[in-house]
């Protein structure tokens, strides 16, 4: 998650002798901007990361928006009734990765989503 850190020191061997151990790497996940990608399918989601509320849009009318974890256990599933639009309330779920996937008359498009 952002500002989550991750630290990464190596001990790399050579023949017989003593290990060398390498300087200490740290990895600092960025905040991100908030700003959504539009993909080929036209489907957008913002702001990602979101913290209680993620708007979904799309150029073609949704049918029924889902969210997963990402071991694929549903999450919560939300009717769109063929809007191009929808807003979803995500209060008292759990901070982290899922899946949103949304369907609409073509089939099924998804994106991963960081919850804070």
Same mark, same amino acid.
């Given at each position: 998650?952002?500002?989550?850190?991750?630290?990464?020191? *190596?001990?790399?061997?050579?023949?017989?002798?003593?290990?060398?151990?390498?300087?200490?790497?740290?990895?600092?996940?960025?905040?991100?901007?908030?700003?959504?990608?539009?993909?080929?399918?036209?489907? *957008?989601?913002?702001?990602?990361? *979101? *913290?209680?509320?993620?708007?979904?849009?799309?150029?073609?009318?949704?049918?029924?928006?889902?969210?997963?974890?990402?071991?694929?256990?549903?999450?919560?599933?939300?009717?769109?009734?063929?809007?191009?639009?929808?807003?979803?309330?995500?209060?008292?779920?759990?901070?982290?990765?899922?899946?949103?996937?949304?369907?609409?008359?073509?089939?099924?498009?998804?994106?991963?989503?960081?919850?804070?």
């Amino acid at each position: 998650l952002p500002g989550d850190s991750l630290v990464n020191i *190596a001990n790399i061997y050579f023949d017989f002798n003593a290990p060398v151990i390498t300087e200490p790497c740290v990895l600092v996940a960025s905040i991100g901007t908030g700003l959504g990608t539009t993909g080929r399918d036209g489907l *957008a989601v913002f702001p990602n990361p *979101a *913290a209680d509320e993620l708007t979904v849009t799309m150029e073609r009318p949704m049918q029924q928006v889902d969210l997963r974890h990402v071991d694929g256990r549903l999450v919560r599933s939300w009717s769109a009734n063929g809007s191009t639009r929808s807003t979803l309330d995500l209060t008292g779920l759990a901070r982290g990765v899922y899946l949103l996937t949304v369907h609409d008359g073509t089939g099924m498009h998804g994106v991963r989503v960081v919850k804070q």
